[in-house]
Nanobody, 130 residues
Framework: QVQLVESGGGLVQAGGSLRLSCAAS????????MAWFRQVPGKEREFVAG?????????????YYADSVKGRFTISRDNDKNTMFLQMNNLKFCDTAGYFC??????????????????WGQGAQVTVSS
C-alpha cells in the first residue's frame, strides 16, 4: 500500500501560478507510475498529467499531459523525497477543480483513465478567479 497526501492548493487569480505537492508514504515510492487528475462536482474525474517511475530521465522522456494543460503545467517527482509535484502556470478559470494525485503499477504509465490507478490522495482544491 502507499498513502498519498496532496498540498499546495488555494485561491489564485487568472494568469497566476501554484505548485501542488503529493507526499507518499508506505511502499517504495519509486515503484509506482504517478499521475494527477482533477474533478469538478458533477463531472467525471479528468486526467491532467502523468509521469513514469524514474526521475532519472528528462521530463520529455517520462511525462505526458492533457492537451488542455500542455505548455502550462509541469509534472515532476523526487524519488529521494517520496514526493511528486505539479507546477501550474498561467492558470485559467477553467482550471478550477479538486486536484488528486494517484499511483499505479508501472504498466499504467501512459494511461489517462482513473480506473487504472489504484491509490489516491484526498484531493486539494484549486480555485482560479477570473
Amino acid at each position: 500500500q502507499v498513502q498519498l497526501v496532496e498540498s499546495g492548493g488555494g485561491l489564485v487569480q487568472a494568469g497566476g501560478s501554484l505548485r501542488l505537492s503529493c507526499a507518499a508514504s508506505g511502499r517504495s515510492f519509486s515503484l509506482f507510475a504517478m499521475a494527477w487528475f482533477r474533478q469538478v462536482p458533477g463531472k467525471e474525474r479528468e486526467f491532467v498529467a502523468g509521469i513514469s517511475r524514474s526521475s532519472l530521465y528528462s521530463l520529455s522522456d517520462n511525462s505526458y499531459y492533457a492537451d488542455s494543460v500542455k505548455g502550462r503545467f509541469t509534472i515532476s517527482r523526487d524519488n529521494d523525497k517520496n514526493t511528486m509535484f505539479l507546477q501550474m502556470n498561467n492558470l485559467k478559470f477553467c482550471d478550477t477543480a479538486g486536484y488528486f494525485c494517484s499511483a499505479g503499477p508501472r504498466s499504467v504509465y501512459g494511461s489517462r483513465g482513473p480506473e487504472d490507478f489504484s491509490h489516491w490522495g484526498q484531493g486539494a482544491q484549486v480555485t482560479v478567479s477570473s
